[in-house]
């Protein structure tokens, strides 16, 4: 696709619900990453897959949050038994390098915001 | 503390006047990235860089790695600028993430 696409772009969830949210990268980009970016905050990162393979998953805050990318193209986050905390704007990007090169310019989508009640 | 400090926090400008924004950080970097993000909007990338200065249009972004800072310049500035402006670096040796700073919200009024 021309740009990476995020859905949904907007989600309210009680708490305790599951919520999957959807990145589908830019065709042939071979990194991607999830950001969670709180009100008035700057993004925090998540994890990062090098096409199918999650590299790092550092960021997630915990083992409800977790993150795929089967066959190295679409992701989806998924966060289970949602919490108030949980509300903030998931931002996914995508690149088509590996590491800081020169290749590594990043495209963000338009992020999922999700609301937790 | 965050590990990338933005300056300042907040800046209203007057159209067409020549803005500045630095950002510091703590230890080495790979690289480091200009963002623009509206509000409700996404996030897009404005320069990537290691050395040096890169220019596009009205916007030039300058790095200095001994003194761990670089700039971002905007000249003659217009109302559309009006964004918040995030920097965001790959430590060494941390290439598979962003750390990012908490941003400058500008405003640049008629």
């Known amino acids: 696709g021309a740009g990476v696409s995020q859905s949904p772009r907007y989600k309210v969830a009680k708490r305790g619900q599951d919520v999957a949210l959807r990145c589908d990268p830019i065709s042939g980009h071979v990194s991607l990453f999830w950001y969670q970016q709180a009100l008035g905050q700057g993004p925090e990162f998540l994890t990062y897959?090098?096409?199918?393979?999650?590299?790092?998953k550092s960021g997630l805050p915990s083992d409800r949050f977790f993150a795929e990318r089967p066959e190295g193209s679409v992701s989806t986050l998924k966060i289970q038994r949602t919490q108030q905390e949980d509300s903030a704007v998931y931002l996914c990007?995508?690149?088509?390098?590996?590491?800081?090169?020169?290749?590594?310019?990043?495209?963000f989508g338009a992020g999922s915001r999700l609301t937790v009640l | 503390k965050n590990e990338v400090e933005q300056s300042p926090q907040n800046l209203t400008a007057q159209e067409g006047e020549f803005i500045t924004i630095n950002c510091s950080y703590s230890?080495?970097?790979?690289?480091l990235h200009w963002l623009q993000q509206h509000p409700g909007g996404g996030i897009v990338s404005l320069f990537m860089?290691?050395?040096g200065k890169k220019k596009h249009g009205r916007l030039i972004a300058t790095i200095n790695i001994q003194e761990k800072h670089s700039s971002l310049h905007i000249t003659a500035s217009h109302p559309r600028d009006s964004a918040v402006y995030i920097c965001?670096?790959?430590?060494?040796?941390?290439?598979?993430?962003?750390?990012f700073g908490t941003g400058t919200r500008l405003q640049v009024t008629l």
């Open positions: 990007a995508s690149s088509y390098g590996t590491g800081a090169s020169g290749a590594n310019v990043l495209t």
């Open positions: 897959f090098q096409n199918e393979a999650q590299l790092d």
């Open positions: 965001a670096v790959h430590y060494t040796g941390t290439a598979s993430k962003l750390t």
């Open positions: 860089l290691s050395s």
């Open positions: 230890v080495g970097i790979s690289a």
